[in-house]
């Protein structure tokens, strides 16, 4: 009979892998995705504060934005990274709301803790979480409001709404009238079965940002500014009625692709192949000036000698636009990116009334003016440094990101955190009529969903508890708008207040953030591969 002590130790990981099974996993796990919520948690709110984040090269980024606050801190846990991709999918999805998100998942996995404590089994919570995630989708059907597509001062609150809290507040009247104006020039109508939508493209709005001047000189242009200058001094520096050429071909004489060798034993072959090649350039500049066109904007490059041609012949021209810009241009003045010289007509320009290179701070741009029915426009930001046009370009690409997901969802809430305290009072009541453990999980998402007001009350430096009680005291009146003016400290009606949220960013927050948590939640075993290579099935160390 063989003596059982003399059994070897199989090792079956390589050296140096990490691992962590069970609670203790569970633990390492929640406690990142914790921290992370606490991370971004002080910007929520019109009272939410904001982080100075310093990368490596120096950089400075001054932000309350979630999902820029958590792409620049570099985390490098497995966990917290769930809970950046939370914010990223936020970010892509809705464009706002990245804070509410990661907040709701670091609340969830907090709550899931406690249950653990009480020998509650992850899937168990799972299900409760998924059944509490489905139920907030229902709710938040039935309460929200459907929007009208046209009534433009909704729009405007929706707006301030999402600028509020963010570092261009003061200036948010001004900015609501830019964005809205924006939305409604481009917005194209759609049949949809009997109903028809607004479909907006996102990329159709370009937010151009300038260094200098004030926030309030921030302006809509009915066209695209591209941020280049003319190519020519001798070009003229306005043209009227521009007739436009949009080129994704080089205005120059590409040299062979190959190693090639020109023998040349006379100097007049040398002057002759230089006349060719100016004659070759000569041709272009008369192809495109045959076509009517006094305005050029390539995607390529432009010799110095096209240059001078076209300065002769009064055309403006730019060169190494960027494609998106080529892409908008066409949109904004109805020209076609042409791709070959040889099959260019009159056909393929563009209008514009003015285009004219403008001196803004310290560069030199071209602004396309004043395009009949443009299909793109330009939201052209100023403000003092370069830190302050940077914030106010996140809070403008939150509140675009707003006005689009109305439009395309067609519903709205009330904000202040009463849509939260609603969908909670519900879920509640919901929670009640299943039995078994699923209950608590059901109860504690709804606890979850309290931790927006209760945010909002403590960066406002209110008593958090006096909030909610009030808050929940008002809801139970059938006040389901009843939100938190943080700046009184009272209750409000949200809605008669403005403070009016698209339902998307909602619904899309708690199924986002669901989701994270019970994949966080499911997780009993977290291998750390080590640096060096993989020996195989070896006798390597098992932690």
Known sequence: MENKDNYQPVYILSDGTQRSTGKSAQRMNIMAAKLVAEAVRTTLGPKGMDKMLVDSMGEITVTNDGATILKEMSIDHPAAKMLVEVAKTQEEEVGDG?????????????????????????TIIARGYRLAADKSQEILKEIAVKFNKKDRETLLKIVETAITGKGPEDKK???????????????????????????????????????????????????????????????????????????????????????????????????????????????????????????????????????????????????????????????????????????????????????????VGEEFMTYVRDCKNPKALTLLIRGATSHVVDEISRAVDDALGDVISTLSSEYIVGGAGSVEIEVAKELKKFATTLSGREQLAVQAFADTLEVIPKTLAENAG???INVLTELKAAHDKNQKWAGI???????????????????????????????????????????????????????????
């Open 98 to 122: 990245t804070t509410t998100a990661v907040v709701l998942a670091g609340e969830l996995l907090r709550r899931a803790e406690e249950l653990l404590d009480n020998n509650i089994h992850p």
């Open 173 to 359: 009247d001004h900015l609501a009238v830019l964005i809205v104006d924006a939305i409604y020039k481009i917005a194209r109508e759609e049949k949809i079965g009997d109903n028809s939508k607004l479909i907006v493209d996102r990329e159709d709005i370009k937010v151009e940002k300038k260094v200098g001047g004030r926030t309030e000189d921030s302006e809509l242009i009915q066209g695209i500014v591209v941020d280049k200058e003319k190519v020519h001094s001798g070009m003229p520096a306005i043209v009227k009625n521009a007739k436009i050429a949009l080129l994704d071909v080089p205005i120059e004489i590409k040299g062979p692709e190959s190693d090639t060798k020109i023998s040349i034993t006379d100097p007049n072959m040398m002057q002759s192949f230089l006349d060719m090649e100016e004659t070759m350039l000569k041709k272009m500049v008369d192809k495109i000036a045959l076509s009517g066109a006094n305005v050029v904007f390539c995607q390529k490059g432009v010799d110095d000698l096209a240059q001078h041609f076209l300065a002769k012949k009064g055309i403006y021209a730019t060169r190494r636009v960027k494609k998106s810009d080529l892409a908008r241009l066409a949109k904004a003045t109805g020209a076609k990116v042409v791709s070959d010289l040889n099959d260019f007509s009159k056909d393929d320009l563009g209008q514009a009334g003015v285009v004219e290179q403008v001196k």
């Open 462 to 464: 209110l008593d958090p």
């Open 485 to 543: 003016n943080v700046f009184t400290g009272k209750v409000m009606d949200a809605w008669k207040e403005g403070i009016i949220e698209p339902m998307k960013i909602k619904t899309q927050a708690i199924s986002s953030a669901s989701e994270v948590a019970v994949m966080i939640l499911r997780i009993d075993d977290v291998i750390l591969s080590s640096k060096g290579p993989v020996q195989g099935m070896g006798h390597e160390g098992l932690e």
